[in-house]
């Protein structure tokens, strides 16, 4: 599967026709792309979509100064620090103002010495299975929140290959937990969490 990023000569910029979408669809397609920060980091192998009308997504109550970038331009980062301790990075997307995709675990393949340096371990399967695994290997904070995803210090390329796809419900959630919109890499052994058999 591959998805264009460059957007053909739409007003709104690089990306819409990847980003303009439902967010499971984004999420979806999401998967097999590369994302590095400053040249560092890999394939995606697994996310989460969140729509605004989605009682789990931060956007549901409507705009906060936590989720504002959710509420900007699709193509763009939403960086927030869950439970106090670790940062998630997010894909803002969407057809109405307020979804997005997290990014919830990489296989590492640039930058690999880096990763371990800021992780602090040399297993390669713990460096980024998991959102806050994966923002302290690539050094993402609040910093980066609302960057465009198709300038430095991100670079997002599409996938040059078919890939097969698995589905389930997303993690850690107390509302919308059933609803099927977790996506992996299928075989992966760099996923946060196995899938559900079946």
């Not at 890999?42 to 409507?62: K, L």
């Not at 399967?125 to 210090?153: I, K, Y």
Request: proline content about 9%; glycine content about 12%.
């Amino acid at each position: 599967m591959s998805s264009d990023l460059s957007g053909s000569s739409d007003p709104r910029g690089p990306g819409v026709k990847l980003f303009a979408r439902h967010p499971a669809l984004v999420a979806r397609d999401l998967i097999g792309m590369t994302l590095t920060v400053n040249g560092v980091g890999g394939v995606i192998v697994e996310t989460e979509a969140y729509h605004h009308e989605d009682p789990a997504s931060h956007a549901f109550n409507g705009p906060t100064p936590r989720n504002a970038a959710m509420f900007g331009p699709i193509g763009r980062a939403y960086v927030y620090r869950s439970y106090g301790l670790h940062w998630c990075l997010n894909v803002v997307c969407g057809e109405t103002p307020g979804s997005a995709v997290l990014i919830r675990a990489l296989e590492p393949t640039a930058g690999i010495e880096i990763m371990r340096a800021r992780r602090g371990t040399e297993a390669l399967g713990l460096l980024c299975a998991g959102p806050g695994r994966l923002c302290q290997a690539l050094a993402v904070t609040r910093a980066q929140d609302s960057a465009p995803l198709d300038e430095a210090p991100f670079e997002l390329k599409p996938s040059m290959q078919d890939i097969e796809i698995v589905v389930g419900p997303r993690i850690g959630l107390t509302k919308g937990v059933e609803t099927p919109w977790r996506f992996g890499l299928a075989g992966s052994r760099f996923l946060s969490r196995p899938f559900p058999k079946g």
